[in-house]
C-alpha cells in the first residue's frame, strides 16, 4: 500500500464522519491527527506541543492544509507532495488569517478534533492498516536495538543523564524522537515511578524507559539491568510483576473488553502476592498515535479492536515489564523485543528478565 492508497482510505473515513455529523469541514490541528491522516507526515516545531504547526481542513470538495509563511514551504515539500492535500498560506504575522481561510474553504459548520467531536474522531486511529503496523515495526526494532545498546553499555559511575543522552542519541539519527525518556537508579527505582532524569549515579541497578515517535507512531518499553546477582526481594517481585504483564498481554485479543483484562491484571498481582501495588500507577493501555490513546481502568468500557496497539506496563516497587504489542487475529504481536535479551517464559508469554552483567 502506498502512502497515497492508505491517505485515500482514511479521506473517505473522514468525509463519512463529516456526513454523519452534518458538519462541512474538520479541522485536525494536533500533531498526532496529521501524521495519521498524512500516512506518517510530521507538523511539528515543538516536540513537546500536542497541536502540530499547520492543521489540516478535511471537506468533502478537498484537503487543504493551512500554515503560515514559514512553515509551508517545509510542508509542501517534504510531507504532503503527490497526496492531494491543497496549501493554504497566510503571513506568520498574521494569524487571524486562519480563521478567515477556514470560513472561506467550509463555512460556518466546522469541527475541530479538540471540540466535542474529538473522542469520536480519535477511534479512527485505534485500528492500524496493514501499512502503519508495518511501520510500527520498524520502529519498535530501531527503538528496542537503542534500548538494548545503551543497556548493555552501562557502567558503574555512569549519571542517569549520561545514560538519557546517550539513548538519545542513538535515536535521533534514526529518526525517532523520544519523547518520554526516564532513568532510574538504584534507590530512585524504589522511590518514584517516573524518575526524570538526574545526576544520581549508578551503582548497582538501573532503569531504562522510554515513549519513542517516528512517523507519528509511538512505541513504550521498558528494560531493566543490574550488576551482579539479583536480591532474592528483587527477583520475586520481577517474576511477578512479568506474570502480571504476562496476563495483560495474553488477554489483549480482539473482541476483548478492556475491564475484564483489567481484572484478569488484579488477579495476577493478588496471586503474586502483591495485590496493592497495582494502585500505585497506571496499567498502560491502548497506544498507537499517542503515548496512550487511553489508560485502562477497572471500569473501562473499551474492547479491543483487530490491530489496535497496546502499551501495558505494570510496575512493583522496584521493578517494572513494559512492551508494545498489536492484537491480531491470531494473538498479540509483540514489536519491541529485544533479541539476544534474557527473557522468562510466564505462562506461554516471554517477557524481558533483569539483564544482570
Known sequence: MTRAEEVEIKRQKVRTFLDHKSIDGMLLTQQSNFSWYTAGGSN??????????????????????????????????????????????????????????????????????TGPLAEEFTRFRYTLTEAEIERYRCLGNDTAESVDEVCRGLKVGDTELQIAGRLAESLFPKGIVPIVLLIGVD????????????????????????????????????????????????????????????????????????????QRALEAYQKAGFGDEWGLHHQGGATGYAPREFKATPDSVEVVLENQAYAWN?????????????????????????KGWPMLNVEGIRRPDILEL
Open 44 to 113: 511539528f516545531v515543538a516536540i513537546a506541543s500536542e497541536a502540530g504547526a499547520a492543521p489540516i481542513l478535511v471537506t468533502q470538495q478537498g484537503d487543504f492544509v493551512i500554515a503560515d509563511n514559514i512553515e509551508a514551504p517545509r510542508i509542501v515539500r517534504e510531507e504532503i507532495e503527490d497526496l492531494g492535500f491543497e496549501i493554504r498560506s497566510f503571513p506568520w504575522h498574521s494569524p487571524k488569517d486562519l480563521s478567515k481561510i477556514i470560513k472561506e474553504l467550509a463555512g460556518e459548520r466546522v469541527a475541530d478534533d
Open 187 to 262: 534507590e530512585r527505582i524504589e522511590s518514584f515511578r517516573h524518575p526524570l532524569p538526574t545526576q544520581k549515579r549508578l551503582k548497582r541497578y538501573a532503569m531504562v524507559v522510554v515513549c519513542a515517535r517516528k512517523w507519528g507512531l509511538i512505541v513504550s518499553m521498558t528494560r531493566l539491568v543490574h550488576f551482579g546477582p539479583l536480591p532474592a526481594l528483587l527477583r520475586r517481585k520481577h517474576q511477578a510483576v512479568t506474570l502480571v504483564d504476562a496476563t495483560f498481554i495474553s488477554n489483549t485479543k480482539p473482541g476483548a473488553k478492556v475491564a475484564q483484562i483489567f
Open 314 to 338: 505494570p510496575s512493583i516497587t522496584g521493578t517494572k515489564s513494559e512492551d508494545t504489542i498489536i492484537a491480531t487475529r491470531e494473538g498479540p504481536q509483540i514489536l519491541t523485543e529485544i
